[in-house]
């Protein structure tokens, strides 16, 4: 059993920054973020391989943000650059303890409780 426990989310500027952080209570093969508005199916942003450090990102978010890992803290980070207001959702961690599927939300058996990113125009 995994526990996650996200932070970090809130309210921003077109245009501006945030760093959401996910703490693990243990460690798994792939820590992965998605993200869900109202109505929408749970979409894949990002995930990281912890061990090889590989990075995978959705088109839309791609060279805007960046995922990564400090193993000292068993902590994953999505910094989210160029915000924009499609980026607006509440945004999950979840862990997997399998290299594949990564952008396929039944692949991860363990979630964050989601954490709110509004970004006003």
């Known amino acids: 059993q995994v526990q996650l426990v996200e932070s970090g989310g809130g309210l921003v500027q077109v245009g501006g920054s945030l760093r959401l952080s996910c703490a693990a209570s243990g460690r798994t093969f792939t820590m992965g973020w998605f993200r869900q508005t109202p109505g929408k199916e749970r979409e894949f942003v990002a995930a990281?391989?912890?061990?090889?450090?590989?990075?995978y990102y959705a088109d839309s978010v791609k060279d805007r943000f960046t995922t990564s890992i400090n193993n000292a803290k068993n902590t994953a980070y999505l910094q989210m650059n160029s915000l924009k207001p499609e980026d607006t959702a509440v945004y999950y961690c979840?862990?997997?303890?399998?290299?594949?599927?990564?952008?396929?939300?039944?692949?991860?058996?363990?979630w964050g409780q989601g954490t709110q990113v509004t970004v006003s125009s």
């Open positions: 979840a862990a997997s303890p399998r290299a594949g599927g990564v952008g396929d939300s039944q692949s991860y058996d363990y």
């Open positions: 990281i391989n912890w061990i090889l450090g590989r990075t």
